[in-house]
């Protein structure tokens, strides 16, 4: 393995479990056995290593996305694609990457995916314009056809809370554990997928706020 491929593999697992902000450069340096030279040398500043790391995940996950929507089109034919398979089409690949690799390190990438939608730095939005935009404004347009009586307003609240949705159970999955006691299987990513898709979409079906809704 190349040294600019173990700073990758590094990076990427340190990130996953402290996050952006918390980690070092002396973090990864001492992960990957190479010298801070060696980082300045293949990716200048910590910013540019973070978007090495995810631009490399992030294209796979959406190239997989894209691939699943267009699918899920077709079989739709003339009429709408229905809400859930659109839904599995943007959670599925962000859940099942790394699968077939060692379990920690699939749990990792899982958890740096989700750091992306939950993380508010500037450099972050910059990522997301340019790896994530074009994709989730695809998403957007088969979403709206789906839910073609839904307000634009009550349409981005919803899907504002299914994407905070996807990204707390991708970084603290773990946590349901503990919560749940050991009841809930979260180490099996199809039981999460279904969970997550049958949670979300029924949020997107709800009544409107003002509708039967009393918060008081």
Same mark, same amino acid.
């Given at each position: 393995?190349?040294?600019?491929? @173990? ?9 996953? &479990?402290? *996050? ?10 001492? !992960?990957a @056995? %190479? #010298?801070?030279?060696? $980082? ?12 090495? %790391? ?6 796979? %996950?959406?190239? &997989? ?6 699918? /899920? ?8 694609? @229905? ?16 699968? *077939? ?9 899982? @958890?740096?995916l989700?750091? $992306?939608?939950?993380?508010? !730095?500037?450099?972050?939005?910059? =990522? ?20 073609? *009586? ?7 609240? &919803?899907?504002?809370?299914? =994407? ?19 009841? /809930? #299987? ?5 039981? $999460?997928?279904?969970?997550? %898709? ?5 949020g ?9 809704? #009393?918060?008081?």
């Amino acid at each position: 393995m190349s040294t600019k491929d @173990r700073i990758l593999d590094s990076a990427e697992k340190i990130f996953a &479990r402290k *996050g952006f902000d918390a980690t070092s450069l002396r973090d990864i340096t001492g !992960e990957a @056995r %190479v #010298n801070l030279a060696a $980082v300045n040398y293949h990716f200048q500043t910590k910013e540019s290593l973070i978007t090495a %790391v995810l631009a490399r995940r992030l294209d796979e %996950v959406n190239a &997989r996305r894209l691939e699943m929507l267009e699918d /899920c089109i077709k079989r739709a034919g003339s009429a709408s694609p @229905r809400l859930e398979a659109v839904l599995e089409a943007f959670y599925r690949p962000p859940l099942e990457v790394g699968l *077939g690799e060692n379990p920690e390190l699939a749990m990792a990438i899982t @958890r740096l995916l989700g750091r $992306v939608y939950a993380e508010p !730095e500037r450099w972050i939005e910059d =990522i997301f314009e340019q790896h994530l935009q074009p994709v989730a404004e695809r998403f957007i347009s088969v979403l709206r056809r789906s839910l073609p *009586g839904l307000p634009d307003q009550e349409f981005f609240w &919803r899907l504002h809370f299914g =994407i905070g949705a996807m990204a707390h159970t991708m970084i603290h999955l773990h946590l349901l554990d503990r919560l749940s006691g050991g009841w /809930c #299987n979260t180490k099996d990513y199809r039981l $999460v997928l279904r969970q997550m %898709v049958t949670f979300v979409a029924a949020g997107f079906r709800a009544a409107m706020v003002g509708e039967g809704v #009393n918060l008081s």
